[in-house]
C-alpha cells in the first residue's frame, strides 16, 4: 500500500522497535549449538559484473618462433644447389625463407620453366598426397634457406596457427590462377600478344596508379609465364619499349597506360584472326 503524505498510521517508537533485534536475536546461543551458516562474502563488482565477461579468457596461442624454426627444419643451399629432382619419392614440402628457386619440368626432352619461387612460397607440398613421386625439379639459383617440413610437422603447424593456414590457402589459389593464366597464354599464336596478355595480367593483381602500373619481374621469370625462352621474352620487351608502351629500370617493369596496352593487345588478336582466315 502507498503511504499518504500525512503517514502510513505507524508510531515512529513502533516502527524503530520493529526494526531493532528482538532479545532473542540479541542472545548468544547456547552451548553446543551449531553456528548457522554464513554465506560467502562476495564482491559488489563480482556480483554486477555480467557471466560472460567474469569468465576467464584463454590467452592466444602464440606463433611460431621464426629462428626455432630455422634452426631446426632450415636446409641451406647454394646457387646451382638441386634441392629434388623430378621422379624422385617425395616426403617433405619446402617453405623458402631466403633466395631463389626455379622449377622445372621435362616436357619431351626439353626442360621447361614452370616458375620462380621467392621467400615465402611454399614449393614440393603435392610429394605430401600419398608419397607421391616428385612433379618437377627444384634448383637454387641464389644462396638461401628453406624449411623442410614432412607431412606431420606441416600439419601440426596448420592445425596450431590460423595465420599460417591461411598463407598457404593464399598461395595455393594464387598457383591456381596463375596455371589458369597460363593456360590462357598458351592458346595464344603470336609472341608478342603472349607477353601482352602476361604483362596485362601482371599489371592487374599489382596496384595500378592513374592509369599505369609498376611490379618487379625478371626476364627469366616473365620467360616461366609465357613459356617462351628468355631471349625471345626480351626481343617483345625491346619492342614494346620502342613503342613506349614499357619502361624498365632493373628488374620492375612500369606500364604507363594499361588501357593503350590493352589496345595494343585487341589489335594483335585481330590480326592472328587475318592471318588465320588467310
Known amino acids: 500500500m502507498i503511504s499518504s503524505p500525512e503517514g502510513d498510521g505507524v508510531a515512529p517508537d513502533a516502527e524503530r522497535e520493529a526494526s531493532s533485534p528482538s532479545d532473542a536475536e540479541r542472545a548468544p546461543p547456547p552451548a553446543g549449538a551449531a553456528e548457522p551458516a554464513r554465506s560467502p562474502s562476495v564482491p559488489a563488482a563480482s556480483r554486477d559484473e555480467p557471466a560472460a565477461l567474469s569468465a576467464r579468457v584463454e590467452p592466444a596461442e602464440p606463433g611460431p618462433d621464426p629462428e626455432r624454426l630455422r634452426a631446426r627444419?632450415?636446409?641451406?643451399?647454394?646457387?646451382?644447389?638441386?634441392?629434388?629432382?623430378?621422379?624422385?619419392?617425395?616426403?617433405?614440402?619446402?617453405?623458402?625463407?631466403?633466395?631463389?628457386?626455379?622449377?622445372?619440368?621435362?616436357?619431351?626432352?626439353?626442360?621447361?620453366?614452370?616458375?620462380?619461387?621467392?621467400?615465402?612460397?611454399?614449393?614440393g607440398e603435392s610429394a605430401l598426397l600419398g608419397g607421391a613421386a616428385r612433379s618437377s625439379t627444384a634448383i637454387a639459383l641464389s644462396r638461401g634457406v628453406a624449411l623442410a617440413l614432412d607431412h606431420g610437422t606441416l600439419?601440426?603447424?596448420?592445425?596450431?596457427?590460423?595465420?599460417?593456414?591461411?598463407?598457404?590457402?593464399?598461395?595455393?589459389?594464387?598457383?591456381?590462377?596463375?596455371?589458369?593464366?597460363?593456360?590462357?597464354?598458351?592458346?595464344?599464336?603470336?609472341?608478342?600478344?603472349?607477353?601482352?596478355?602476361?604483362?596485362?595480367?601482371?599489371?592487374?593483381?599489382?596496384?595500378?596508379?592513374?592509369?599505369?602500373?609498376?611490379?618487379?619481374?625478371?626476364p627469366m621469370e616473365l620467360s616461366?609465364?609465357?613459356?617462351?625462352?628468355?631471349?625471345?621474352?626480351?626481343?617483345?620487351?625491346?619492342?614494346?619499349?620502342?613503342?613506349?608502351?614499357?619502361?624498365?629500370?632493373?628488374?620492375?617493369?612500369?606500364?604507363?597506360?594499361?588501357?593503350?596496352?590493352?589496345?595494343?593487345?585487341?589489335?594483335?588478336?585481330?590480326k592472328d584472326e587475318i592471318r588465320g582466315e588467310q
Open 73 to 123: 627444419f632450415g636446409r641451406p643451399f647454394e646457387a646451382g644447389d638441386v634441392i629434388f629432382r623430378e621422379g624422385e619419392p617425395g616426403t617433405e614440402a619446402y617453405l623458402l625463407e631466403e633466395g631463389r628457386v626455379r622449377l622445372i619440368k621435362k616436357v619431351r626432352g626439353a626442360e621447361r620453366s614452370l616458375m620462380v619461387l621467392k621467400p615465402g612460397d611454399l614449393f
Open 155 to 218: 600439419q601440426n603447424l596448420v592445425e596450431r596457427n590460423p595465420a599460417v593456414a591461411m598463407r598457404i590457402i593464399k598461395q595455393l589459389v594464387g598457383r591456381l590462377r596463375d596455371a589458369e593464366d597460363q593456360i590462357e597464354i598458351m592458346m595464344l599464336n603470336d609472341t608478342q600478344s603472349k607477353v601482352v596478355n602476361a604483362l596485362l595480367k601482371l599489371a592487374q593483381q599489382s596496384r595500378a596508379t592513374a592509369g599505369g602500373a609498376s611490379f618487379a619481374i625478371s
Open 224 to 270: 616461366t609465364r609465357v613459356g617462351l625462352d628468355v631471349d625471345t621474352v626480351k626481343r617483345a620487351v625491346q619492342q614494346l619499349r620502342e613503342g613506349q608502351y614499357l619502361r624498365v629500370a632493373d628488374e620492375r617493369l612500369e606500364i604507363p597506360d594499361i588501357e593503350a596496352l590493352r589496345r595494343l593487345f585487341g589489335l594483335l588478336g585481330l
